[in-house]
């Protein structure tokens, strides 16, 4: 087993930011509890707090500390939006398949939104400004015009609205886009902050829950009950949520997850702070980006700094070579950044899923999962957390195409490594010759 990890660079700049040094305690006796979480992100803590609203008993252990995973060191970008477009979904299963996405993805940032005020989370700065997809080229222009026209007849999606180069630029204060669609309604956060508020305020009002540095190694289901074991003592419980996402390796308790999704790491680097003259032009704003290639890259401010991210290093370690090149592309976009100074750079992984979405559902009659964001899980993994424990607790959702048997094995997973970098590189290559 190959934990606790000092995978990725960890000293990113929510942590620097953030003044909260709470931390919960590793569990010292075998305990009981009615649902056992693993994992201590957005999915996990969202569960709990969803079984715990219900007068039920939950129990979260966390291999690292809180928030060691993605869900401290993401971009903060709150969007409502999955890799695939709702137009694709209404043509492949039916507008009615359509509609409940467009709902779910919806009624995840609002359920954000929920908890920052039911816990008073002021410190994750959530700012709803709305987002902007950028588009690089007259093709991707089209088909966001396209989308956006569809989803308004389809939809009833009246809320976007279409920008054209030169609003784009004043935006952003980059010449690099053709154009570029405005979503109200979405916005950012400090990640690290809402997901170490979320902890501190649930183990207030549920004490005993939290418990980190306690990795699950083993599973056991027997006599109608669960039991998970860790190094310093074990847990019975009569459900199980599997809340491991792309650190589903960590230990073999999570080996369907692991199975089933394609850790890709991505990388983001943020600049010192910016001398006023780039404030007042750059972001002005302050809502989030996203470019329209493949390999996306996004920007956002935060602290006065500018924050660049995109994909990060193949393999098992960060390089410097990817965050260069992370660098460059910014330079290359904002050529009024090419002499200020990279204060933070980190990395973690994502889990992309074989059909782009994630899914959330029962394995077995006792354990049930949420996993699979595709690098879009701030709002998603929030409410999957939540749609996790109804059904743990019985409950059947409808979460349309999330739905937990579409979430198929990769196949040939041992060969997935080489595989991530042939689809990386063909993508940077479609990006490249603006297909
Ligand atoms: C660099 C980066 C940038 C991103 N940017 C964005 C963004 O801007 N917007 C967006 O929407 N999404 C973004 N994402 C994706 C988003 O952060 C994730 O989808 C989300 O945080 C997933 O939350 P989670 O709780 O499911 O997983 P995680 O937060 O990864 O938590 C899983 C936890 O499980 C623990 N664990 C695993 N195995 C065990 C075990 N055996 N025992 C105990 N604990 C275990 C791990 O230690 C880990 O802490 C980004 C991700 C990364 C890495």
Same mark, same amino acid.
């Given at each position: 087993?190959?934990?606790?990890?000092?995978?990725?660079a960890?000293?990113?700049?929510?942590?620097?930011?953030?003044?909260?040094?709470?931390?919960?305690?590793?569990l010292?006796?075998?305990?009981?509890?009615?649902?056992?979480?693993?994992?201590g992100g957005?999915?996990?803590?969202?569960a709990?707090?969803?079984?715990a609203r219900?007068?039920?008993?939950?129990?979260?252990?966390?291999?690292?500390?809180?928030?060691?995973?993605?869900?401290?060191?993401?971009?903060?970008?709150?969007?409502?939006?999955?890799?695939?477009?709702?137009?694709?979904?209404?043509?492949?299963?039916?507008i009615?398949?359509?509609?409940?996405?467009?709902?779910?993805?919806?009624?995840?940032?609002?359920?954000?939104q929920?908890?920052?005020?039911d816990?008073?989370?002021?410190e994750?700065?959530?700012?709803?400004?709305g987002?902007?997809r950028?588009?690089?080229?007259?093709?991707?222009?089209?088909?966001?015009?396209?989308?956006l026209?569809w989803m308004?007849?389809?939809?009833?999606?009246?809320?976007g609205?279409?920008?054209?180069?030169?609003?784009?630029?004043?935006e952003?204060?980059?010449r690099s886009?053709?154009g570029g669609?405005?979503s109200?309604?979405?916005?950012?956060?400090?990640?690290?902050?809402?997901?170490?508020?979320?902890?501190?305020?649930?183990?207030?009002?549920?004490?005993?829950t939290?418990?980190?540095r306690?990795?699950a190694?083993?599973?056991?289901?027997r006599?109608h009950?669960?039991?998970v074991?860790?190094?310093?003592?074990?847990i019975?419980?009569?459900?199980?949520?599997?809340?491991?996402?792309?650190?589903?390796g960590?230990?073999?308790?999570?080996?369907?997850?692991?199975?089933?999704?394609?850790?890709?790491r991505?990388?983001?680097?943020?600049?010192?702070?910016?001398?006023?003259?780039?404030?007042?032009?750059?972001?002005?704003?302050d809502?989030?980006?996203?470019?329209?290639r493949?390999?996306?890259r996004?920007?956002?401010?935060a602290?006065?700094?500018?924050v660049?991210?995109?994909r990060?290093?193949?393999?098992?370690?960060?390089?410097?070579?990817?965050f260069n090149?992370?660098?460059?592309?910014?330079?290359?976009?904002f050529p009024?950044?090419?002499?200020?100074?990279?204060?933070?750079?980190?990395?973690g992984?994502?889990a992309?899923? $074989?059909?782009?979405?994630?899914?959330?559902?029962?394995?077995n009659?006792?354990?049930?999962?949420?996993?699979g964001?595709?690098?879009?899980?701030?709002?998603?993994?929030?409410?999957?957390?939540?749609?996790a424990a109804d059904?743990? $607790?019985?409950?059947?959702?409808?979460v349309?195409?999330?739905?937990?048997?579409?979430?198929?094995p990769?196949?040939?997973y041992?060969?997935r490594?080489?595989?991530?970098?042939?689809?990386?590189g063909?993508?940077?290559f479609?990006d490249?010759?603006?297909?």
């Amino acid at each position: 087993m190959n934990m606790p990890q000092a995978e990725g660079a960890t000293a990113t700049l929510w942590k620097a930011m953030s003044g909260d040094a709470t931390r919960f305690p590793q569990l010292d006796a075998d305990r009981k509890a009615d649902v056992v979480i693993i994992g201590g992100g957005y999915t996990g803590l969202a569960a709990a707090h969803s079984v715990a609203r219900r007068g039920l008993q939950p129990l979260v252990v966390e291999a690292n500390t809180i928030g060691w995973g993605a869900s401290g060191r993401n971009g903060g970008v709150v969007s409502a939006k999955y890799r695939i477009a709702y137009s694709q979904m209404a043509r492949e299963h039916g507008i009615q398949v359509a509609k409940a996405m467009y709902r779910l993805s919806h009624e995840a940032v609002a359920f954000v939104q929920e908890l920052i005020l039911d816990y008073g989370l002021v410190e994750a700065e959530l700012t709803l400004n709305g987002g902007i997809r950028c588009a690089h080229n007259g093709r991707a222009y089209a088909a966001l015009k396209e989308e956006l026209a569809w989803m308004r007849q389809e939809l009833g999606e009246d809320a976007g609205r279409l920008l054209d180069a030169h609003e784009v630029a004043i935006e952003t204060g980059s010449r690099s886009f053709v154009g570029g669609v405005i979503s109200p309604g979405v916005g950012t956060l400090l990640p690290y902050q809402f997901v170490c508020g979320l902890a501190r305020e649930i183990n207030k009002r549920y004490p005993d829950t939290l418990f980190e540095r306690t990795p699950a190694l083993r599973v056991e289901q027997r006599n109608h009950k669960i039991c998970v074991y860790t190094p310093y003592g074990k847990i019975q419980a009569d459900q199980l949520i599997l809340a491991t996402n792309a650190y589903s390796g960590i230990s073999p308790v999570s080996q369907k997850i692991k199975r089933r999704v394609i850790p890709f790491r991505s990388s983001i680097i943020a600049t010192e702070p910016l001398a006023e003259s780039l404030q007042q032009r750059l972001l002005v704003n302050d809502r989030h980006y996203g470019e329209t290639r493949r390999m996306m890259r996004w920007f956002r401010k935060a602290d006065r700094r500018f924050v660049f991210g995109g994909r990060g290093a193949f393999g098992k370690h960060d390089s410097a070579a990817a965050f260069n090149a992370l660098q460059r592309a910014m330079v290359e976009m904002f050529p009024e950044l090419a002499d200020t100074r990279i204060d933070y750079r980190w990395s973690g992984h994502v889990a992309m899923t $074989l059909d782009a979405l994630p899914h959330v559902g029962r394995l077995n009659e006792r354990v049930s999962f949420a996993a699979g964001y595709n690098g879009a899980g701030v709002a998603m993994s929030t409410l999957m957390g939540q749609l996790a424990a109804d059904f743990a $607790l019985g409950s059947n959702p409808d979460v349309a195409l999330l739905e937990g048997g579409r979430f198929r094995p990769v196949p040939l997973y041992p060969l997935r490594e080489a595989g991530i970098r042939v689809v990386a590189g063909w993508y940077q290559f479609l990006d490249a010759i603006g297909r």
